[in-house]
């Protein structure tokens, strides 16, 4: 799968690069009209219900190189045996997205989370669950829609380098989110 990934990077860096004719420099633009927020919500029921909020808070330093913050939380609840058991996660991270050719981006982020066992313990209580803490590392690439002239929406392919995670037990996976320009 690494090797899948790196061939599409690949693939997508030699692309020929290409700026929208309408949009604007950014050496043209103020400091405001350079910062954008967003962030994604996700939601799972079933015998692992999940809700999720990530938000996000960047700028864009050049016409193809944003840089940013973000902060996430999580509440999943495990339905084991007739007994429920919940986590708490969060964390806060950094990530970068450069702009290779019209709406395809490059996207790598690193992040730090907080994380309570999952499973649960038959000789711990819940609220004596393990909290750890989890660097993860996330490469990979995305295609953003243009809404409308201060709204965009993101679909990212993501990797997590970390492959002892316990935040995420999918890899690859997809996120959807949305940015915001303010000005």
Known sequence: M??????FLFLTLSLP???AASERDVSELSTRERIFVGGFIGAQFGNI???????HAGYRLTNR???GIGGSYQYANYAWFQ????????GGSVFARYNVYSE???????????????????DVSPPDRQRISERNYLVGAGYGFPVSERIRLNMLLLYNINDGSKAYLDNPF????IDVYLF
């Open 174 to 177: 997809f996120r959807i989110g």
């Open 65 to 67: 190189l944003s840089a």
């Open 104 to 122: 395809f981006f490059l996207h790598a982020e690193a992040e730090m989370l907080s994380l309570q066992s999952r499973l649960p313990s038959f």
């Open 2 to 7: 690494k090797n899948c990934i790196v061939a």
């Open 17 to 19: 690069f290409n700026l």
């Open 49 to 55: 219900s999940v809700v999720s909020i990530n938000l």
């Open 83 to 90: 007994s429920a058991s919940g986590s708490h996660t969060y």
